[in-house]
């Protein structure tokens, strides 16, 4: 079975720029979380999507949103880019919402000059 | 609120040497998820375990054991004969259950450095 797969891998941005990232789950898991990495604040949960809905979200501004389409492809957004978002955005499949194991794929690596 | 402590940043071990990764972590939740993920340079997080609040039995996986202690809030995770592959960041994991759906609060990692 196929693994996570992000798109895209490396995305060079400017400042004030606005960047899309695409997540496809797992074939049958329906559930998607995101998750940003930088060296200084670690792993944090951005949110996550359960059948199209977002189920949660963590303490992220709302210049990060997301989707889920009824395929369970998901898509992140961030807005009006700055130099802190420069990060690796994971995102992590599940087959169901509630404390199911995620299995990641091997994110998308953003750099904001 | 949830935490995850991972006081060891980096080990760096001789190959065949025993790794233990230390893992704290603080919840008022009384059922809960741990979990292990491995992240090798390529990036991608790699499940390794996962251990619920309600089973404290230690188990040994191939060179993986883990020592799951409720009483000390601790799950420590150990590699026996390491190798070179096994070159990686660590991360211990925590589930919410008070929050809807998934979500995962991680330790900061540990750095394991095996070298030939």
């Known amino acids: 079975k196929a693994g996570v797969t992000q798109t895209p891998r490396y995305l060079i941005k400017t400042r004030g720029q606005q960047v899309t990232l695409s997540c496809s789950p797992i074939?049958?898991?329906?559930?998607v979380s995101w998750y940003q990495q930088t060296p200084g604040q670690g792993l944090q949960f951005l949110f996550e999507y359960f059948s199209e809905t977002q189920r949660n979200k963590g303490n992220f501004p709302g210049r990060f949103s997301g989707r889920q389409f009824s395929n369970s492809r998901s898509e992140m957004n961030v807005s009006t880019l700055e130099l802190g978002d420069s990060a690796l955005y994971l995102c992590?499949?599940?087959?169901?919402?509630?404390?199911?194991?995620?299995?990641f794929g091997p994110g998308t690596r953003l750099l904001v000059l | 609120a949830q935490k995850v402590t991972q006081a060891q940043t980096e080990i760096s071990v001789v190959e065949k040497e025993d790794v233990t990764l230390d893992c704290v972590y603080e919840t008022r939740d009384t059922t809960y998820y741990l979990f292990w993920y491995k992240q090798p340079p390529s990036g991608e997080l790699v499940f390794l375990i996962r251990?619920?609040?309600?089973?404290?039995q230690n188990e040994i996986s191939g060179r993986y054991s883990w020592n799951f202690q409720k009483s000390t809030s601790s799950f420590n995770f150990t590699i026996t004969a390491s190798q070179v592959v096994d070159s990686a960041v660590y991360f211990c994991a925590l589930s919410d259950p008070k929050a809807a759906g998934n979500k995962l609060t991680f330790g900061g990692g540990t750095r394991v450095l095996v070298k030939p």
């Open positions: 251990r619920n609040s309600f089973d404290e």
């Open positions: 074939s049958g898991h329906r559930s």
């Open positions: 992590a499949s599940s087959l169901a919402s509630g404390e199911e194991t995620q299995y």
